[in-house]
Each structure stands twice: as C-alpha cells, then as structure tokens.
C-alpha cells in the first residue's frame, strides 16, 4: 500500500498535478487507512477536499473520503461526499461504485444508462464500463452487458482489471446469450493476463472453461485448463473446486478411478460448505461403486 502511495504521488508531483503538501497530506491519510484508522483517515481526506488545492487534488481526496464512509456504513455521507467531487468523471464512476456495493442495479441504469463512458480518462471509463455492465447482467440485458463489458476490457489500464472484466464478459455470454464459444474466448483471456493463482477471478475462468469443453467433448484442452492451476495454492472452496474440475474431466474420458481419488481430495478440504462436501461424497461413492 505505501509503496502504492509514493508511486503515485512521485507521478503527481513530477506531472506538476499536485503540491508537495498535497502529497504529505496524502501519505499520512493513507498511513491512517494501511492502520485501520478509518474514522481518522475519513477526517484527513475531507480536510483534504476543502483545502487550498486543484479540482484534481480535490477529486482524489473526496474520492478517498466516500470510500472511507462507505466503509464505515454511512452511506448517505459518502454518497453526499461522492457528489462533491469536482471532476465529473470522478464523482460519477464513484457513485456507481457506491451503488454497485450495494447491488442497486435498478439504480445504476436509472442513473447512469445513457453515460458517455467512452469520453472519459480510460482507467474511470474502463470502471464505469464494467460495473454498469453488472447492473446490465444482473438485470438479465445481456446485450447491453456484452457493449459495456467489452469496453471495459479494452479500456482497462492492467492485466489484473482487464481479466476481471474479460471473466464477467465469460459469465455473461455464457448465462445470458449462450454464446459458448464467445465466453470461452473470454475466460481464455481471462486466464492469460491473469495467469497465476490465488484468485477466484482465474479459478473461475478455467473451470468454467473446462465444462464448456467437456461439453463439446474436447476432452484434452479440457483438462489442460482443468490442470492450469495448482490446487495446493488454493484454499477452501476453490481448492475444491479446482480438484473437481480435474475430476469431472478424469470422468468424461473414463478414468473413473483417477477421478474417485480426487473427489475424496476435494471432500478433505478445509472450510467447505456441507452441500458441497455431501455433493462430492456422493459423487466419489457413484465412481467406486461403478
């Protein structure tokens, strides 16, 4: 997080975007936030937003407050310190944000449906684009959610984001068009610019493509996405998961034994949910007894 901090205020001070008191402020509010201080932080960064500085240095600060007050459950006084943000494209990617925190899907589109996204900074557009892309899923508009969804990736500043939105791109052409081959595309993008472990957005994608696979009967590149993780880099569900995954592709080419000991393995985890361990007992005893 500090490391996160400097970076960005060595880049705001050197693009003459903020002052050198802007970054000192900046450094100790965040310091507050890495401390858990969030009551403190709140008040640090909306000192911040009333001081003598920039519409820019304003944006961030304000930014920086409403997130804090969300955290802190007081959301009227973030979505109020949301709308105080001077940049246009600042205020209103976080108040999106604020609503998709609490799933108000309905309230994003009546809000935001006809936003020009595309005019703005690419990394607030990229955001925008994603998460009104979820309100348009969530309300079963598939169509509309494949436009802002494939904005989102291609706008999106990092591998990390551009994966996370490549994978709701999967989920949506897969629930919402079943469009098989267009969300196999995307969950395998998904897994290329995410391609280490330790995260439920690429354990996503390659099990999700791994049965979109199994189902065409391409049994080999569904077991090579089932294997493209190492399951004892995860935890809980997904360690599950991933060893079901490999299991359920052992069964579809026959290898029922192989795949009796891996349901075992997936049963064994620590911090399942029942319905799970039960599912996978069920389905362990079904391949030994057969």
């Known amino acids: 997080m500090l490391r996160q901090v400097l970076f960005l205020s060595l880049i705001l001070f050197f693009c ?39 519409d820019f240095q304003k ?20 979505a109020d310190l949301a709308a105080r943000i001077p940049l246009i494209h600042a205020s209103r990617t976080c108040q999106i944000r604020l609503l998709a925190e609490h799933r108000k899907w309905t309230e994003i589109l009546a809000q935001f449906k006809d936003e020009k996204f ?25 169509e509309g959610a494949a436009v802002d969804l494939r904005q989102a990736v291609e706008l999106s500043p990092d591998n990390g984001t551009k994966g996370r939105a490549a994978l709701a791109l999967g989920e949506n052409y897969r629930n919402r068009l079943k469009d098989d081959e267009q969300a196999l595309s995307a969950y395998e993008q998904t897994v290329q610019w995410i391609p280490a472990g330790g995260h439920y957005v690429p354990y996503t994608a390659a099990v999700s493509a791994a049965a979109i696979l199994r189902a065409q009967g391409k049994h080999e590149r569904a077991l090579a996405m089932a294997v493209k993780f190492d399951p004892d880099k995860a935890q809980g569900y997904w360690r599950g998961m991933l060893l079901v995954s490999r299991a359920e592709t052992l069964v579809a080419q026959g290898k029922k034994a192989e795949a009796a000991v891996l349901y075992k393995a997936a049963m064994a985890v620590q911090g399942l949910a029942e319905s799970d361990r039960k599912e996978w007992e069920k389905k362990s005893l079904e391949l030994e007894r057969n």
Do not use: H, T, V
């Not at 401390?35 to 001081?51: I, N, P, T, V, Y």
């Not at 920086?64 to 969300?70: E, I, T, V």
């Not at 005019?119 to 969530?138: H, I, K, S, T, V």
């Open 118 to 142: 595309a005019a703005w900074p690419d990394d607030y557009a990229a955001e925008a684009f994603y998460l009104r892309g979820q309100a348009r899923y969530f309300m079963n508009d598939g």
């Open 16 to 54: 003459g975007n903020a002052s050198a008191d802007y970054i000192f402020e900046r450094r100790i509010a965040m310091e507050l936030l890495k401390a858990g201080r969030q009551e403190d932080a709140l008040a640090a960064f909306q000192k911040m937003g009333a001081g003598e500085y920039s």
């Open 59 to 78: 944006s961030d600060a304000l930014e920086q407050a409403a997130m804090c007050a969300q955290r802190l459950k007081r959301d009227k006084e973030a």
